[in-house]
């Protein structure tokens, strides 16, 4: 199964696809970048900062900047990743930045349920730009 986080709230994505990868499916997920966090700009940006500045620099916890690491590890939290199953249905989700040609003309499913434009969600935040804020070196085309 392949998933376009295009305009897809995190969350509610991530739980779709930590189940579906539970029921033994292969998921990729295609533009990562894409995909929004709700809420005000200043809160997410508080959380991931709290979130940032709780590690030492030896020992962590380690928050990811890039796109695709940074959802990956959203659906992480999902899965009962310290168990066998919860890592093996890990290891069947990918997550990318953009769509990668292996995937170009191939049917991209969606969640409907996760599409911030059916919700009336005012306020959220791109990945893109809480991964830019983070420190993410993006080339210019995202």
Known sequence: MIIDATDLIVGRMSA???????????????????????????????????????KTIRKGPYVSRMPDRFVRRIIRGMLPYKKEKGEKAFDRIMCHIGVPKEFEGKKLDSVDSANVNKREIVKFMSVNEICKWLGAKLWASQ
């Open 16 to 54: 779709f696809v930590a189940k579906q990868a539970l029921l033994g499916e292969r998921i990729d997920v295609v533009n990562c970048e894409k995909a929004v966090v709700s809420g005000s700009r200043s809160a997410v940006l508080d959380k991931f900062e709290q979130k940032r500045n709780r």
